[in-house]
């Protein structure tokens, strides 16, 4: 592999001359940098971003923790993360919680042995302890950005801040859709207690009920957690206990196709019989075998936006969380109700 001085003694310049114009300097010509780009190509020349990051003391590292990567939405996150650290000239650290609070602590402390400059986290669900993270993070003064969801009390770290969706907004749009398709007995399958995400969609569930002037019903709200299974398991749950509802609201799309997976193994059919509207809109909502009508979320932008955020955190400067818009994409779950 080509070295810089190689580069630089066939073009008769300097080893600082050539760093310069592969770095874009402004006091290296437009011609000379030309050369020497095109020179580093014919070469194949490689940078040694180790060696750079050395020179300039940083890591050129960034840290993410996420519950599981092949669940779609966590994935679609890092992928914007990963693009806008290329545009940025960073690494990405990967680490796995399994939505474990210990596991979350464990990786976060892997990824501070490693200096990090920023670290990219989507919290494991917790009951107790919600703050614990950032806690152990507060003396290393890494900047924190939190995607999906945050605790409360997050907002009395300096360093850290948070992207996430309008939740709240996405659970009124997701249950004004099913009331002006005539549904009034609509259950909700929750997401995991304790997460910000969770409460605003259920908030948003119970305001849009409220302004159509329909009951609420502690009946009709049933926990499901975050996954295929959990969603499966919540619905089969409402059936046994014999809940009325003509439709539903799933916490995201993983609990809406657990929960139509359940319902058409018993026998009903979506949306004939029943309308389910997940949250998410990933790439399994399009492709599922009933199109999911879902409530979009902008997540490779936000993974793009967390970083950023995360770097204007490094100025100590006052940073602004950021909460994205939705909007709900209507398919085929989701129909008139019959009779």
């Not at 996420?66 to 545009?87: C, K, M, T, Y």
């Not at 770290?157 to 996430?164: E, G, L, P």
Request: hydrophobic share 45%.
């Amino acid at each position: 592999m080509s070295t810089l001085k190689e580069i630089a003694a066939s073009l008769n310049l300097s080893v600082m001359a050539v760093s310069k114009a592969l770095r874009d300097a402004p006091d290296i010509s437009v011609s000379t940098k030309a050369r020497v780009q095109a020179e580093a190509r014919r070469r194949h020349y490689i940078p040694n971003r180790a060696a750079q990051n050395l020179r300039l003391r940083r890591s050129g590292l960034v840290g993410v923790v996420v519950p599981q990567i092949n669940h779609l939405e966590n994935s679609q996150l890092v992928w914007g993360i990963e693009r806008q650290a290329e545009a940025m000239g960073l690494q990405v650290v990967l680490g796995h919680s399994l939505d474990r609070a210990e596991n979350e602590m464990r990786e976060v402390q892997k990824l501070i042995s490693r200096q990090v400059e920023a670290l990219l986290l989507i919290p494991a669900v917790r009951w107790q302890n919600r703050l614990a993270t950032l806690e152990m993070l507060r003396s290393t003064g890494i900047p924190t950005v939190l995607l999906d969801a945050y605790p409360a009390g997050a907002d009395a770290f300096a360093q850290v801040s948070w992207v996430v969706c309008d939740d709240q907004r996405g659970g009124q749009l997701a249950t004004e859709h099913l009331l002006e398709l005539g549904h009034r007995e609509i259950l909700f399958l929750a997401g995991p207690n304790g997460s910000s995400s969770s409460a605003g969609r259920f908030s948003g569930y119970q305001r849009a009920l409220a302004a159509a002037g329909v009951a609420y019903s502690d009946g009709l709200v049933y926990l499901a957690g975050k996954d295929i299974e959990a969603g499966r398991q919540a619905m089969l749950q409402a059936l046994s206990e014999k809940a009325i509802f003509s439709a539903l609201v799933a916490h995201n799309d993983n609990v809406a196709i657990g929960a139509i997976n359940a319902l058409l193994q018993q026998g009903f059919r979506v949306p004939e019989d029943i309308s389910v509207v997940g949250f998410g809109d990933g790439l399994l909502a399009s492709n599922f075998r009933v199109p999911l009508t879902s409530i979009r979320i902008p997540q490779t932008e936000m993974g793009e936006t967390a970083l950023r955020l995360a770097f204007d955190l490094k100025k100590e400067e006052p940073v602004q969380p950021r909460i994205f818009p939705v909007e709900i994409i209507v398919r085929g779950s989701a129909a008139k109700i019959r009779g």
